[in-house]
């Protein structure tokens, strides 16, 4: 990824493993990244690696959104790119079976503790061109995802919202991405709670005991900056598939079919009549 001027980079949950990731990647390009993370011990690992900025701060916890404030604005930093990279899947199990709290906060980390963040840090952005802000999708999108309900609701929930800011700020191209089956420390939740997973429990396990390597750190980099690059009016408010979508492609027909189809991509019902 070539930048005629240092890109500032915003990563909320760098801690997490494709932050963490995703942060190692934009430094190594020249990139000036600052991120967020709820694990200080790793925290201070990657910033003492990497001398990547790292602020302590846990994204359920809504009352550490002011001191974040004071720490961010320290930096004097104006970010081009605003990557969330943080979600769990507690609680697992059927809706009924599950405490409600423990299912709205999941909600909250999920969905929209993710957009009070962006709402916190908009001002922030560098404001004479268009920044980019990029969120994560997850299972279900297409079909229930049994058990993980909270995290499913949520999932749909950002998706829908990309389109909503695209719609009403021209100054953001809001995108998010699907990244398929990622080796993260997050299937751990699921292999935790093997009876409220359900079939989800044998998916992860089958998973991590295969020789599949799952989506690389490096194909949802490069994906990202093919969003970025493409810009607003191809990707605003749309959801793209790592693995599925035909983004890799030189020719360039995914960008001429999106820019003809203000519906791809985006979150519709299915079977309306013409």
């Known amino acids: 990824m070539a930048h005629k001027e240092t890109t500032n980079v915003f990563i909320l949950g760098i ?148 389109e909503l800011l695209d719609d009403e700020n021209e100054d953001l191209n809001v995108f998010i991405l699907g990244p398929g089956w990622v080796r993260t420390k997050m299937h751990q939740e699921v292999l935790n709670n093997p009876e409220g997973a359900g079939e989800s429990y044998f998916k992860v396990q089958s998973f991590l005991n295969s020789d599949e390597p799952g989506t690389s750190h490096k194909d949802i980099y490069d994906c990202l900056n093919w969003c970025i690059a493409g810009g607003r009016k191809v990707v605003g408010g749309r959801n793209f598939s790592v693995v599925h979508d035909l983004w890799r492609d030189t020719d360039q027909k995914l960008a001429e079919q999106l820019l003809q189809d203000n519906n791809k991509f985006k979150l519709r019902r299915s079977g309306n009549l013409p």
């Open 15 to 162: 801690t997490s493993d494709i932050g963490e990731a995703l942060a190692r990647l934009y430094k190594n390009e020249g990139c000036r990244v600052v991120g967020t993370g709820r694990n200080v011990d790793a925290g201070k690992k990657l910033e003492a690696e990497t001398k990547i900025p790292v602020i302590p701060f846990d994204v359920g916890d809504r009352s550490s959104i002011p001191k974040l404030l004071d720490t961010f604005s320290s930096f004097s930093f104006s970010w081009d790119i605003f990557i969330s990279a943080v979600g769990t899947m507690e609680p697992a199990g059927s809706f009924f079976s599950t405490d409600f709290e423990s299912w709205e906060d999941s909600v909250r980390v999920n969905s929209t503790a993710q957009l009070e963040v962006l709402h916190a840090l908009y001002p922030y952005r560098r404001k004479d061109k268009v920044s980019h802000v990029a969120f994560f999708a997850g299972g279900g999108t297409n079909n229930p995802f049994t058990n993980f309900s909270a995290y499913c609701v949520s999932k749909i929930m950002l998706i829908k919202m990309c």
